[in-house]
């Protein structure tokens, strides 16, 4: 077995799933902190679940929706389209479970925002808009890092939501949690070590550029050093 | 890192784009995986299709293919899974096989004695901390080990003092990083356990004490999009190049 597949793949999951939670969970933080909603709790807590739930489960339910005789996955293959055992739902599963995570961060960063400043832009005449790019944002940048970084890390350590709706197909949709998982039942030692390996460097490179990335948040222009 | 980022878009863009031949998904339990791979080039040689093997659970591959996964053979580590679906009408009953067996055996660490008939075998289970086995309520190996410890009447005497695994192989784990100083696992585990002599086969138990054989079912699956080459992938699993590597791996190939 080659060990590049499942490198390659597990980090192709996790770069969409983040690039997709980042958008959703800032996009939700952004409507739950600043408008009242109604059933705010219901739909926060619903958003909470994958948190809560051991992740076989969160797997099991995504596989009830996304199967050939599920709702969603019903619909789908009448389209011709096929989610289960290919690498999207290794997406969605990765997408569905580091939510939460991206969701909560963003919503404490934004809270955290001085509401003065956007109240004077306000005055100024700003739009909504450009206020939350130009003002909201950057200072909550932080807290944002923060959550895409954990939400990254969740993504690519995700097994029991993968293993059950992607599936675990070598070259096709075996990540490496997967890979290993495989590995150690195959009792080949050698490539669970390597994968193992690889993950502890994939983890120090992330730490490595996430607090690049702070320093230049708080320090802009002296990152140089 | 620029050639690196080059190489990482290359990958993906060319792992994404792959031509689509014809392939046919092969779902197989856990302890099936290094023969199967081994057998990968072969078997796609003699349907005239790419196999993916989709490894797992037999529990977890019974669910998918229950939620209309699209799975073309089903091989399980336990009858009851495949009952299961049989019942349901999700496998289709006259391409079912019972394709191997399995037996299983006490281990131990590589300095323990072996063991000669039952009532040494009821010492070592008196004297020993531990016992590692499968979670009888979810793993086939441990649902048998209870099953043959109870036809001898043994179970009592060890049922306060198992550790129940995740799966066999974890069980096999405890025996081998010394955690517990006896375990009861498939002999095809324990043959396969690496490094080699990390744990010793100190006792085999007779099959006949068990009320269920332990057989490995084949099945093609109901819903399959193409069961010419489904058909061909289990007569292939039945042919000599498959059985000479199941014997191998230590299966008994009726």
Known sequence: MSVFAPILLSLKVAAVATV?????????????????????????????????????????????????????????????????????AAVIASFIVSLPL?????????????????????????????????????????????GTALSFARALGEFGATLMTAGNIPGRTQTIPLAIYSAVEGGRTRDANILLGVTVVISFVLVAVVGWAERRMFFPGRDSR | M??????????????????AAPEITLSAAASLTTVLQDLEVPAEASCGAKVLLNLGASGTLRRQIEE???????????????????????????????????????????????????GELRAVLQSAS????????????????????????????????????????????FVQSGSAPVGIVFKT??????????????????????????????????????????????QFLRGDTARQAFRAAGFTVP
Not at chain 2, 7 to 17: F, N
């Open chain 1, 20 to 88: 997709i939670t980042f958008l959703a969970g800032l996009g939700l933080a952004r409507i739950f902190a600043a408008r009242r909603v109604p059933l705010r709790s219901v739909w926060e807590g619903l958003l909470l679940l994958p948190l809560v739930f051991p992740p076989t489960i969160t797997g099991y339910l995504l596989l009830v929706v996304l199967g050939r005789r599920g709702l969603l996955g019903g619909l789908l293959a009448h389209a011709g389209l096929q989610v289960v055992f290919t690498w999207t």
């Open chain 1, 102 to 146: 991206m969701y909560q961060n963003c919503k404490a960063a934004l809270r955290s925002v001085e509401p003065q400043y956007a109240g004077a832009a306000r005055t100024l005449g700003v739009s909504e808009g450009r206020i939350f790019r130009r003002i909201t944002l950057p200072i909550a940048a932080p807290g944002i890092l923060a």
């Open chain 2, 2 to 19: 620029k050639t690196g980022m080059t190489v990482l878009v290359l990958a993906i863009v060319v792992t994404a784009v792959l031509p």
């Open chain 2, 130 to 173: 531990v016992l590692a086995i499968g979670d009888p309520e979810a793993v086939p190996a441990g649902r048998y080990a209870r099953e043959a410890l109870s036809a001898w009447g043994l179970w009592d005497l060890v049922a306060s003092k198992t550790a129940h695994a995740g799966s066999v192989r974890e069980a096999l784990q």
């Open chain 2, 68 to 118: 209309g996964a699209p799975v073309d053979v089903f091989f399980s580590a336990a009858r009851l899974d495949m009952d299961q679906l049989q019942k349901k009408g999700l496998v289709i009953p006259e391409t079912r096989v019972d394709l191997l067996g399995n037996s299983l055996v006490l281990v131990g660490g590589p300095e323990a004695r072996p063991v000669t008939g039952k």
């Open chain 2, 189 to 234: 585990d324990a043959t396969s356990a690496a490094p080699a002599g990390s744990v010793k086969v100190l006792f085999s138990f007779p099959n006949e004490i068990l009320s269920t054989p332990i057989v490995y079912p084949v099945a093609v699956v109901s819903a399959t999009s193409d069961r010419a080459a489904a058909e061909k992938l289990v």
